[in-house]
């Protein structure tokens, strides 16, 4: 400490904004770094739980048109209907795998990848089983087109819509526990930083009085 005491007061001066501008560096640091940190977890909050919800959003609408376009394509008595019912499941079924593509990017944990699994399976059957029905109509097997839309059809196209909702509420409940993760981050980066603002605050103040005592000393000693 005599060093200190022994140098000049420009250079005590000069000594003291240095480590006070030292201080606010870090203090800078740490928050771009909890910043950082807080961006990070919001993009995985948006990657793997945002888009994932509106792809399957995409997924439930184009399932319930491909049923829709199953039932307009039994009731059609016109084969050229019939075929325009066909067109539109293909189109529906395009957007399907395009989106389900997309989601499968997104998976977070093990209970995901098996819905996804069971539902893609079930909606490749479900797939399957309504063009099977579209052609008993165009071949004028109304009956067995009936049974097959009433029975096999319809059982497949229940659970496939089961798993969209359970592979839905799971994406929900993941998407919550990463908000309330980022939260605990937000509310941990805070305090960190405010603890470190408060010590840095007490060093410039205590720094402060330090060198101006120092130099008052030194000042009246010159007087005298």
């Not at 050229?80 to 293909?90: C, I, L, W």
């Not at 309504?130 to 319809?154: F, H, N, P, R």
């Not at 509420?169 to 603890?195: E, G, P, R």
Request: net charge neutral; proline share 0%.
């Amino acid at each position: 400490m005599k060093w200190f005491l022994n140098l000049k007061i420009g250079t005590k001066l000069l000594s003291g904004f240095v480590l006070v501008a030292i201080i606010a560096a870090i203090v800078g640091w740490v928050g771009i770094t909890e910043m950082k940190t807080i961006g990070t977890a919001d993009t995985r909050l948006y990657e793997k739980a945002t888009i994932p919800l509106a792809q399957l959003e995409k997924v439930a609408i184009a399932f319930l048109n491909t049923r829709i376009a199953a039932r307009d394509a039994f009731i059609a008595t016109d084969v050229s209907v019939m075929e325009e019912k066909t067109r539109k499941v293909d189109e529906y079924r395009t957007i399907i795998v395009e989106q389900l593509k997309g989601y499968e990017q997104a998976l977070l944990n093990d209970e995901d990848k098996r819905l996804f699994e069971e539902f893609k399976n079930q909606y490749e059957l479900t797939h399957g089983l309504v063009l099977k029905m579209i052609q008993l109509c165009k071949s004028g097997q109304k009956i067995e087109a009936d049974a097959l839309l009433k029975g096999d059809a319809y059982v497949a196209a229940s659970k496939a819509d089961e798993i969209l909702v359970k592979i839905v509420d799971t994406k929900i409940s993941s998407a919550k526990q990463i908000s309330d993760n980022n939260t605990a981050t937000a509310d941990n980066s805070t305090t960190t930083l405010m603890i470190i603002i408060g010590f840095a605050i007490l060093i410039a103040v205590g720094l402060g009085i330090f060198i101006s005592r120092i130099i008052v000393t030194a000042l009246n000693k010159g007087l005298r």
